[in-house]
């Protein structure tokens, strides 16, 4: 397989989704979910180094989660969305840097609903969006701001 098959198994997982939240519960989201996670796994083997598969499938485990209130689905998708945070931390473009901050909510999003302390990536995740709007409008004074003001 090469790069051609990773944008397919993207493309499809990214499909899977959009339909299942589309579709009535009708006992079946679980599976479906599995196979949009199985899609994003085949472009993850693909191309390990690009942080949208990783945030894409954590989306799918969280609510994976959602749905049967199993915490070890929220635990997986806190994995991937460090993996996506990892490889998007000190990008530079307004593109990189708010998904870096949509990492950031969704992983402290998935943290939430496991009882774990989410303060810091909301933080980040405001952070993140500080980086955006100085980036686009190239307001200097906005480097000024503490990096981690939530207590990180």
Known sequence: MNSEHKGAFKNRGGARERL???LPDDG???ARYE???KDYTNA???SANDPQIFADRGYAKGEQGSISSQAHYYEEAIVDFDKAISL???KMSNELISKLSRAYHNRAWNKEQIGIDA????SDTLYQLKRVREFVLDEPALTRLPRNA???
């Open 150 to 152: 939530g207590g990180t």
């Open 119 to 122: 303060v810091a990536d909301y």
């Open 88 to 90: 998007l931390s000190n």
């Open 20 to 22: 299942i939240r589309l």
């Open 35 to 37: 196979k949009a996670i």
């Open 28 to 30: 079946q989201k679980l």
């Open 44 to 46: 993850i083997q693909l």
